[in-house]
């Protein structure tokens, strides 16, 4: 049963780029969670999307970021613009249901130059 | 608002000693407590968890005591090992308004198992 995965593990953008982060949930899990860490510091929640429904955004940025996870495909964070406080890993997270535990992927790398 | 306090933010012990990790939460219906263990450019991974209708879990030489009425629960690691080095994640779920029982992490402790 493969585990979280996540893509790409590294990305390089310059400043106004886009970026987009793609995460395919375990097999069986329909709850996607994406979390934020930067640098030396702790895991800051940012969205938690269901199939076709985003049911809690109360961590995402009011511009540039958007996340959705379609029916058929991986979910996938964008960020539009990004600027130099956007670098830092981006991890996927996935639970068969809510309140219950999650799997994390091995997280994306975003440098923003 | 939603929050969950770690402490202490870095940990030194010797090896052989006991390690504790405290987290306090502020949301009553909270009711699912996990620990992360991360280590260096790795993803968090699940070490030890417990439900709020348990005071106690251990699994080898972990243990979390959770105590529901002061609002906290404790990560024990005993016989430490150079190898339990890393970032220590506690986390509690969050009901709140949407009622989507999200996790929110404390802001880790770094652990440092010296030989």
């Known amino acids: 049963n493969a585990g979280v995965m996540q893509n790409p593990r590294h990305l390089v953008r310059r400043r106004g780029q886009e970026a987009r982060l793609r995460c395919s949930p375990m097999?069986?899990?329909?709850?996607v969670y994406w979390y934020r860490q930067l640098p030396e510091e702790g895991l800051k929640f940012m969205v938690y999307?269901?199939?076709?429904?985003?049911?809690?955004e109360s961590g995402m940025p009011k511009e540039r970021f958007s996340a959705e996870f379609p029916k058929e495909g991986p979910s996938i964070l964008r960020i539009q613009q990004v600027v130099r406080g956007d670098s830092a890993a981006y991890f996927c997270?996935?639970?068969?249901?809510?309140?219950?535990?999650?799997?994390f992927g091995e997280g994306s790398w975003l440098t923003v130059v | 608002g939603e929050n969950v306090e770690q402490h202490p933010s870095t940990l030194s012990v010797q090896e052989g000693d006991s390690a504790v990790i405290k987290c306090t939460y502020s949301d009553s219906a909270s009711n699912y407590f996990p620990w992360y263990k991360q280590e260096l450019g790795k993803r968090p991974q699940l070490i030890i968890d417990?439900?709020?209708?348990?005071g106690e879990k251990k699994d080898q030489r972990i243990a979390v005591t959770l105590n529901k009425t002061a609002k906290h629960f404790s990560l024990h690691i005993t016989e430490t090992q150079p190898e339990d080095s890393a970032v220590y994640f506690c986390?509690?779920?969050?009901?709140?308004?949407?009622?989507?029982?999200?996790?929110?992490f404390g802001q880790g402790t770094t652990l440092q198992v010296k030989p």
């Open positions: 986390a509690a779920s969050i009901r709140g308004s949407s009622n989507t029982g999200k996790l929110i």
């Open positions: 999307l269901q199939k076709e429904n985003i049911i809690d």
């Open positions: 097999k069986g899990h329909s709850h």
């Open positions: 417990i439900r709020s209708n348990v």
């Open positions: 997270a996935s639970s068969p249901n809510s309140g219950n535990t999650i799997y």
